[in-house]
């Protein structure tokens, strides 16, 4: 393991300030590597091995001011930080994707096979809320699928492969780890009525035309909008809803991007 690695999964790296200094860190523990380097052959290697010790001790002395650093910088620090996080870089933690700080599950990055959180407190408590709102307005939502585990996609993917064909599969199915629904995340709504015939068919009524314009409300933005195929890959879904949080699901809808571009993935 590099030392540069060693920082990094100690410490993480959430912002300009941190990378900045990691990268000070770096350059000196890289200094003292090639020091130690220039006088290989007088020194042994449980020397060695010390002095690398030592290169890591001195490392987290250095970090500690720099993770305090932030926080007495917080205002200023604030805006540069959101705007980076929109920077179209990905980053894994415990072998998920992120991006903006939101789990990021599409064509291109998929999770783990044992990622399995169910349906997410917060994304329940949140659709609740704009289930009973749309009620008052007259519109009625109904759940019709969230939490899948990788297994269970894997045998849906499979079924819809049989029925139709990959090509077609593709276009509104995902293969297991790909799926939205895999995060805990992602609800499919219906109106009872529609639940009865087609998934496609909510997309005609006027709980949909709601939905389209309110979810955001309530943190959710229409995951697969209409003509973004291209950049989702998957046709527009109007009854897939996936929840980040109000305040992203707000910027998102006012945006008219899809979370790729929104996150600049694509
Ligand atoms: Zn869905």
Same mark, same amino acid.
């Given at each position: 393991?590099?030392?540069?690695?060693?920082?990094?999964?100690?410490?993480?790296?959430?912002?300009?300030?941190? /990378?900045?200094?990691?990268?000070?860190?770096?350059?000196?523990?890289?200094?003292?590597?090639?020091?130690?380097?220039?006088?290989?052959?007088?020194?042994?290697?449980?020397?060695?091995? !010390?002095?690398?010790? /030592? @290169?890591? *001790? *001195?490392?987290?002395?250095?970090?500690?001011?720099?993770?305090?650093?932030?926080?007495?910088?917080?205002?200023?620090?604030?805006?540069?930080?959101?705007?980076?996080?929109?920077?179209?870089?990905?980053?894994?933690?415990? $072998?998920?994707?992120?991006? $903006?700080?939101?789990?990021?599950?599409?064509?291109?990055?998929?999770?783990?096979?044992?990622?399995?959180?169910?349906?997410?407190?917060?994304?329940?408590?949140?659709?609740?809320?704009?289930?009973?709102?749309?009620?008052? *307005? $007259?519109?009625?939502?109904?759940?019709?699928?969230? +939490?899948?585990?990788?297994?269970?996609?894997?045998?849906?993917?499979?079924?819809?492969?049989?029925?139709?064909?990959?090509?077609?599969?593709? !276009?509104?199915?995902?293969?297991?780890?790909?799926? *939205?629904?895999?995060?805990?995340?992602?609800?499919? @709504?219906?109106?009872?009525?529609?639940? /009865?015939?087609?998934?496609?068919? +909510?997309?005609?009524?006027?709980?949909?035309?709601?939905?389209?314009?309110?979810?955001?409300?309530?943190?959710?933005?229409? !995951?697969?909008?209409?003509?973004? &195929?291209?950049?989702?890959?998957?046709?527009?879904?109007?009854?897939?809803? !996936?929840?980040?949080?109000?305040?992203?699901?707000?910027?998102?809808?006012?945006?008219?991007?899809?979370? &790729?571009?929104?996150?600049?993935?694509?």
């Amino acid at each position: 393991m590099s030392i540069l690695s060693f920082v990094l999964l100690t410490t993480g790296c959430e912002n300009d300030t941190q /990378q900045y200094s990691l990268k000070e860190i770096d350059d000196r523990a890289k200094q003292q590597v090639s020091d130690e380097n220039n006088h290989s052959e007088l020194l042994l290697d449980e020397q060695s091995t !010390r002095s690398t010790e /030592q @290169v890591k *001790e *001195e490392i987290a002395t250095t970090e500690k001011p720099t993770t305090e650093a932030p926080t007495t910088e917080k205002p200023t620090t604030e805006e540069p930080s959101s705007e980076s996080s929109r920077d179209g870089q990905v980053e894994y933690k415990d $072998g998920i994707p992120y991006v $903006g700080g939101h789990i990021i599950v599409n064509k291109d990055y998929k999770l783990p096979a044992d990622y399995n959180p169910g349906l997410s407190h917060e994304a329940k408590k949140q659709f609740d809320k704009m289930q009973q709102n749309a009620l008052s *307005e $007259g519109y009625q939502l109904i759940i019709v699928s969230e +939490f899948r585990s990788y297994t269970y996609q894997q045998n849906l993917y499979q079924n819809y492969i049989q029925q139709h064909g990959k090509q077609a599969a593709d !276009r509104f199915s995902a293969p297991p780890g790909h799926s *939205e629904h895999q995060t805990g995340l992602a609800i499919d @709504v219906a109106t009872p009525e529609s639940a /009865q015939n087609s998934m496609t068919s +909510f997309g005609q009524t006027k709980a949909s035309d709601w939905v389209k314009v309110n979810a955001h409300r309530y943190g959710f933005i229409v !995951r697969y909008p209409k003509g973004k &195929e291209h950049i989702t890959g998957y046709m527009y879904e109007p009854w897939h809803l !996936r929840y980040l949080n109000i305040d992203d699901a707000t910027k998102i809808y006012k945006s008219k991007l899809t979370m &790729e571009e929104y996150y600049n993935l694509k």
